[in-house]
């Protein structure tokens, strides 16, 4: 089967311009999770969505970071505008349901540097 | 916040040799899971533990949890060089998504 698909692969960008990230999911997964993950660390949650419906979007900034998920298909995550602390992987992951003992599948991720 | 950490944060072994990391973990879990990063792509399911379980296997690689001690060894058996990646452990609360510690990188040489 396919896997999570993402676009672009790679972004650079000056500060304070903005930027969007596209995910789609594997077929029929109904949760789809965006994650910034900074060079060094673990990935780190930024919103999940359970269809189109936000279930937790706590760690999403959401003074210049904002995401959704149309249809329950495909996502998108926008910042704007950007700043430098915002150079990181951006991630998106799904998973068939949320419930006891899932595993996520991830994408390859989008390497945004902002200058 | 990071609810896992692993240790250590790197390991340089020969090929040929066991690698071994461990995770802890500050609250009460429902599984624990390993996950795989090689350079510069997305990450990899690897293994799931159920908080009441205490090992699992799958091929090369055993896996242990310690609930009384909030703990968690991944254990890599006759390691490979395509082995070489960065390592996370991710717990699941069942208050939300996974949360990845900063994981260990392994370096196997051949």
């Known amino acids: 089967e396919a896997g999570v698909a993402q676009s672009p692969r790679y972004k650079i960008i000056e500060k304070r311009q903005s930027v969007a990230f596209w995910c789609n999911p594997i077929?029929?997964?109904?949760?789809l999770y965006w994650y910034q993950q900074i060079l060094g660390q673990g990935p780190k949650l930024l919103i999940q969505?359970?269809?189109?419906?936000?279930?937790?979007d706590s760690q999403l900034p959401k003074d210049r970071f904002s995401a959704e998920r149309l249809k329950g298909v495909d996502s998108t995550l926008k910042i704007q505008p950007a700043k430098l602390e915002d150079s990181a992987v951006y991630l998106c992951?799904?998973?068939?349901?949320?419930?006891?003992?899932?595993?996520?599948?991830f994408g390859p991720g989008t390497r945004l540097t902002v200058t | 916040s990071q609810q896992g950490e692993e240790d250590p944060q790197a390991l340089s072994i020969q090929e040929g040799e066991n690698a071994t990391m461990n995770c802890s973990y500050k609250?009460?879990?429902?599984?624990l899971q390993w996950y795989r990063q090689n350079s510069g792509r997305g990450l990899v399911h690897l293994i799931l533990?159920?908080?009441?379980?205490r090992e699992k296997h799958s091929g090369r690689l055993r896996v242990t949890l310690d609930t009384s001690k909030k703990s968690s060894s991944l254990l890599i058996t006759a390691s490979r060089a395509a082995d070489t990646a960065s390592y996370f452990c991710?717990?699941?609360?069942?208050?939300?998504?996974?949360?990845f510690g900063s994981g260990t990188r392994l370096q196997v040489q051949p």
């Open positions: 969505f359970q269809n189109n419906g936000v279930v937790d």
């Open positions: 533990i159920r908080s009441n379980e």
């Open positions: 991710a717990t699941d609360t069942g208050r939300r998504a996974l949360t």
């Open positions: 609250t009460s879990i429902n599984n």
């Open positions: 077929s029929g997964h109904a949760t």
């Open positions: 992951a799904s998973s068939t349901h949320r419930g006891l003992g899932y595993e996520q599948y």
